[in-house]
């Protein structure tokens, strides 16, 4: 038969298959079912809000949710307040994902029209901060600069659950000119504050446990995402205390970087240690933020917003992140245990001992190889402009949100549960497994520019498709890579309106949408060059052996 037939027969099993040019990974492509746009966040306890952000815990039983900027205004655009930073908690998770009750908020009496007027922290400066506290010298500062200029704290990821009561937050400390001379001197960051969050009988409570603990110079670790689990096998066995290991991922113009410490040390930077890709393993040596070199980056590529958490759906790590093209576009990358990173006796092929990995197996993360970057799901933008601040919240849909070891001793394992939220969406009896859905949160721009800009924080619910069977699941050999930077996006995905389709409308199997998208060219699939690459590469290779 024709050479050319044979190669796109090739051509297409392997790109069924999954293949990233970059590391030489095979994987199975994440296939996405619905996607129901929810709309926007309400808060009906406060007059008029403008916020960005949006990063959420579960704590003591309430999902508490956190903002950036927040500022109120009166029914006739007038600024009630403006502080830096919020939060807020879902009081109806069961009834209306999209209802919250801001913490703060004061009654300011009516307007001329005899509406009432509310406003969360109310003061028309930035000089109070906001719920995460500032120091007095912070505080000094925002108010004699009365908003010219400020030092912010904001959130900028979720905070990390050390037990079901409790969590801290790395988060950055910046220094705002809102009219400097210099335009990329706007935004300038100090550092990374440790704030610790607590639950009391009137709400959570944010303290900060150091001024800064990473300075503005290093890697903002802990600023993408941070994740508490256990132990590491490499930490030896002399040691005194064997305690939780926290692992920390931060982002520079090229990537991820990956710092490791143990949790009773989290606040002194001394005694962390930083991962090298080229070795494999931790060093007490700090990776530069400047550093281009993909070979001296844990996860090459940008990203500019992301949760990485555990997906009991899929049994392993998801990471779902914004890049920072500021294309509104959500992508996805698990943890592929079946592409292991150099050679291990325990974390081989399949997991711990080749028996997968469990929620708090945070070694995995430098075990394993990282799954080519494919879309989730490209989120509408506003009529302001794009959208940012994407984010992953997987305290809906799941009751495996907590790792084991945060429920207190003692507890029978049957009771190591949280509760179900969301069931107005999906009820736990017809949502086909902890972790089958997922709610996303990005920033809208509802108005956007310097003056006047209007932000809200946007929801909508993802449905996973079925997991493929193991007989459609083409595994690699060992790799030294830890991630692909090829723009991969095979997921299949469909943005469906809640009041117009119902739900589960999308297809029941994993592979069609898939099939169906291979004759694309767009950006959702291989760019035409690398896909021309490709088969050019197979007609060769099918000639030689033909």
Known sequence: MDTCYYAQMITTLILLCGWSLASGQLFTPIVVKDVTILGMQKTPDVTNVSRDGGYSVLINGNIVWLYDDTECMDSDGNQLSFVSNTAAYAYQPNEDVLAMADFGVVMLGKDKMGRKKSAILADSTVGSGGW?????????????MNGKKRVAIWPGTSPTPISTTEAFLFAPLVYVDSKPENPSKEYQARGMTLISITASSSGPIARRQSDLVIPGTEVAFGGFSALLGSVSTDVSEDT??????????????????????GFTDIGSYNKYTFFDPETLNFTTDPPSSKSSDPRKVYLPGTFSSGSVFYSPYFSTF???????????????RYLNTDSPVGSNAIWGRGGRHGKGIQSEDMEALVKYAWSPQQKLYGA??????????????????????????LYPDGMRAAERQNDWYGSQLTAESNAGGDGRHVLLSWTSQLHGGLDASIYQVQLAMVEFDDIPTSTA?????????????????????KSIDMNMAPKGSGTGNPWGSFLTSLNRTDSEILPPVEKAFIILSLMATVALFW
């Open 240 to 261: 005194e205390v064997v305690e939780r290991d926290v692992y920390l991922l931060g982002m520079t113009d090229y990537g991820l970087q990956l710092a490791r410490v």
């Open 318 to 332: 998801i990471m779902i992140y914004f890049n920072k093209l500021a294309d509104s576009t959500f992508y996805i």
């Open 473 to 493: 699941t083409i595994t690699s050999a060992p790799s030294n890579s830890l991630g692909s930077t090829i723009p991969h996006s095979t997921t299949s995905h």
């Open 132 to 144: 995460i506290p500032f120091a007095p010298d912070e505080l000094d500062f925002n108010k004699e």
């Open 380 to 405: 509408p933008p506003g009529p302001g402009g794009f959208n940012y601040a994407g984010m992953a919240h997987p305290e809906y849909f799941n009751r495996q949100y907590f790792g084991q070891s």
